[in-house]
């Protein structure tokens, strides 16, 4: 069975500052996808990004990175200069690959808090 | 905004009552799920249809059951109802049955008392 461990449950910035939220995945198979969603205080679970297995390049979109090693099982997200906005709870999910059926397996999430 | 709409927002019912949460799907989505955040369980998967058929069942109670119609709508009704239902109930769509970005609606809120 499939699991995403996301070991910091709470994370305090101040404004301005560059933060990793961390994401560990476990999977015997070889082909899956990975995710990261933003849940901000109003509740609504938001897309970030999907990686596949495969691919294992970094991934930079605005003020968000991301870095994907397989060979450590990791999906890291970093913000860079972070906003009061980035305050939310985040997500990591796991899918695996193949067939008609899917099913996203989350971790327990990452509360980031930004301060003014 | 996701595209996907969930009614009701809040809900509030007593023990023992049935309730009905309905999701309308992204136009052109094909795929409905559903999950329930708790505090106690975080995220989990519930259950996926496809065109109306039933393609993946995951930690869903058997009080719980859930349907998809031709207008490809989608709703989970919740039966016998405990005070560990409470949750946040999520919807999600998707184009296809798999290997895609799912978009999730903006989430019912149940509270048993």
């Known amino acids: 069975a499939q699991k995403v461990t996301q070991a910091q449950t709470e994370i305090s910035v101040v404004e301005k500052e560059d933060v990793t939220l961390d994401c560990v995945y476990e999977t015997r198979d070889t082909t899956y996808y990975l995710f990261w969603y933003k849940q901000p205080p109003s509740g609504e679970l938001v897309f970030l990004i999907r990686r596949n297995s495969f691919d294992e390049q970094n991934e930079i979109s605005g003020r968000y990175s991301w870095n994907f090693q397989k060979s450590t099982s990791s999906f890291n997200f970093t913000i860079t200069a972070s906003q009061v906005v980035d305050s939310a709870v985040y997500f990591c999910?796991?899918?695996?690959?193949?067939?008609?059926?899917?099913?996203?397996?989350f971790g327990s999430g990452t509360q980031l808090t930004v301060l003014p | 905004d996701s595209g996907v709409t969930q009614t009701p927002k809040h809900l509030i019912t007593a023990t023992g009552q049935r309730v009905t949460l309905r999701c309308s799907p992204r136009?052109?989505?094909?795929?409905v799920y559903w999950y329930q955040q708790s505090l106690d369980q975080g995220l989990q998967f519930l259950i996926q249809y496809y065109n109306g058929e039933e393609r993946a069942k995951g930690n869903i109670l058997e009080r719980f059951s859930a349907q998809q119609f031709p207008d490809l709508h989608s709703e989970l009704n919740l039966s016998s109802l405990e005070l560990g239902d409470s949750a946040l109930y999520f919807c999600?769509?998707?184009?296809?049955?798999?290997?895609?970005?799912?978009?999730f609606g903006q989430g019912t809120r149940l509270t048993v008392v």
């Open positions: 999910a796991l899918e695996l690959v193949g067939g008609s059926a899917r099913q996203l397996t």
């Open positions: 999600a769509s998707s184009v296809r049955a798999g290997n895609t970005e799912a978009f």
């Open positions: 136009s052109g989505d094909l795929s």
